[in-house]
């Protein structure tokens, strides 16, 4: 039974983590009505991002999240410029495949630079562990960051689409069949 709990506790933190890409996934396609293939590959170079920012240049977990979410910002500008605004008025299809392709590029692009062994980052809430069920189940530090962070975040995200002008832009946008 534990070892059920202990499997439970492990996909409640991965299925957090997805829930927040899916909710990434849904927003644009409620939108635009377009599916992002790279939407995911702006995520590891995120992650790259903030690797390199910690590990090479010292600096610390808040100042490496800050210059990642300014640089995925700019790549999304970037590719929204470069291969999705000539396509505003092309196919759908034209625009699923160019998309696919951005996808591929990021790839390859990561690929190229970072190679392809594993990365590691070291945890900024220690390796601690909360021991439940008399010591048989554990949940560590990560994992109940993890959850709380992605719980804080949907909930942002949720009054900000509920009670912001922009969210309410957006809303509009993505009601609009014109």
């Known amino acids: 039974m534990t070892a059920f709990l202990q499997q439970l506790v ?24 377009l599916i992002n293939f790279a939407h995911g590959d702006i995520y590891m170079l995120g992650a790259y991002c903030a690797f390199l920012i910690t590990t090479y240049c010292g600096l610390g977990f808040i100042p490496a999240l800050l210059i990642s979410m300014i640089f995925c910002g700019v790549v999304g500008v970037l590719i929204e410029r470069i291969a999705y605004k000539p396509l505003r008025h ?12 951005a ?30 069920a008399g010591g048989a189940l554990s949940v560590t530090m990560v994992t109940i960051v993890t959850v709380i962070a992605c719980v804080v975040i949907m909930i942002g995200l949720m009054a900000f689409m509920k009670y912001s002008k922009a969210g309410h832009a957006m809303l509009a946008v993505s009601e609009d069949d014109g």
């Open 10 to 33: 492990n996909g409640i933190s991965l299925g957090s983590i997805y829930a927040l890409i899916a909710l990434g996934y849904t927003m644009v396609y409620g939108i635009i009505k």
């Open 90 to 101: 092309a196919s759908k299809l034209a625009v699923l495949i160019t998309a696919i392709g």
């Open 103 to 132: 996808s591929y590029f990021l790839q390859n692009v990561a690929l190229l630079i970072f190679g392809a062994n594993t990365k590691s980052f070291t945890s900024i809430v220690g390796n601690g562990s909360v021991q439940l």
